[in-house]
């Protein structure tokens, strides 16, 4: 905080010097009080206190840096260190905020299931001082591609794991991650399990048809829900929308499952803000992921050959601080 320009109590000078008790007797001729007042010498007043701040903040470096008011971003989109020079204090900031999201997996083909979203943790927003503690030294970024095995750590404190892939074919399951793939949808199949804080379990697939040869698979989980049950163009599940870049955005949407008809409406992916592909409407791949939103691919089509489904949206890291 930063004393008054008025009038200015003993307890005030104490806390914005990190002294506790608050009630603690001044010494105002302490070096640590010669520093606030900006005196190196002399008689001190309370008059030289007033409008004076203690606050030291955090610096680091590492990543694409930008800002946002009084907050440093640092976004990592491959591997890289956040690397902490100083720590700062309680007046100032002593904590980071986080988000980190693995890659997002790959929807199935022919009726395919959504891919499952990449894992995802965070803990903004929070106080200057009241989030992730953190030391004078370089911590290492884990960030994964999408479609394949995929991670995303900042170091060994938060991690997550990639999502679980569409099922393919009549009747394949989802695969378990970290958000669960959507089952295939001919026949009955069952979506993929999700890994409890990371995400949401795919959704299945009970074969029922919309019309014809019109079949669905099941939508990929997101971080925010399930994916839907493919007995309709079913829906990847939510994401999870957040404001830690500077700007809101979505994270984490799961894919949407495949539809199996040449002219039916295909399975949307996760909220368009989240990242996730839309599974395709019959002729047609899925659609991939957003890159650095962990959302998952969207599940292939089927009319007279199969579709492939989308890649899953690769991760990212992105870590923020009061630095002013």
Do not use: C
Request: no cysteine.
């Amino acid at each position: 905080m930063t004393l008054p320009e008025g009038t200015i109590k003993l307890s005030q000078v104490n806390t914005e010097l990190d002294i506790s008790p608050s009630s603690t007797t001044i010494n105002m001729g302490a070096a640590a009080v010669r520093t606030l007042a900006g005196e190196p010498s002399g008689a001190i007043g309370m008059s030289d206190l007033q409008g004076k701040s203690n606050a030291q903040f955090i610096t680091a470096a590492g990543g694409t840096i930008t800002t946002s008011g009084d907050f440093k971003i640092h976004k990592f989109t491959g591997p890289g260190t956040f690397t902490v020079n100083s720590v700062g204090n309680a007046a100032g900031s002593t904590t980071i905020d986080y988000l980190v999201v693995s890659g997002g997996a790959t929807g199935g083909t022919r009726f395919g299931g959504g891919g499952g979203a990449g894992g995802a943790k965070t803990s903004y927003p929070n106080p200057a001082t009241g989030g992730l503690p953190v030391s004078v030294t370089g911590y290492p970024i884990t960030v994964g591609g999408g479609g394949g095995a995929s991670s995303a750590a900042l170091s060994t404190t938060i991690s997550t794991s990639t999502g679980g892939g569409g099922g393919d074919g009549d009747s394949g399951a989802g695969s378990p991650g970290a958000s669960g793939g959507g089952g295939a949808g001919r026949f009955s199949s069952s979506g993929g399990g999700s890994t409890p804080g990371e995400g949401n379990p795919g959704g299945g697939a009970n074969g029922s048809p919309l019309g014809g040869d019109s079949y669905t698979g099941g939508g990929g989980g997101g971080k925010g829900g399930a994916g839907a049950g493919g007995s309709s163009p079913a829906a990847g599940g939510a994401g999870l929308t957040s404001t830690i870049s500077g700007s809101s955005v979505g994270y984490a949407g799961g894919g949407g499952g495949g539809h199996g008809s040449g002219t039916g409406a295909g399975s949307p992916g996760g909220p368009a803000s989240a990242g996730g592909g839309a599974g395709s409407p019959g002729p047609a791949t899925g659609t991939s992921g957003t890159a650095y939103t962990g959302g998952g691919g969207g599940g292939g089509g089927y009319w007279s050959a199969n579709y492939s489904g989308g890649s899953g949206g690769s991760g990212v890291v992105i870590v923020t601080y009061k630095y002013q």
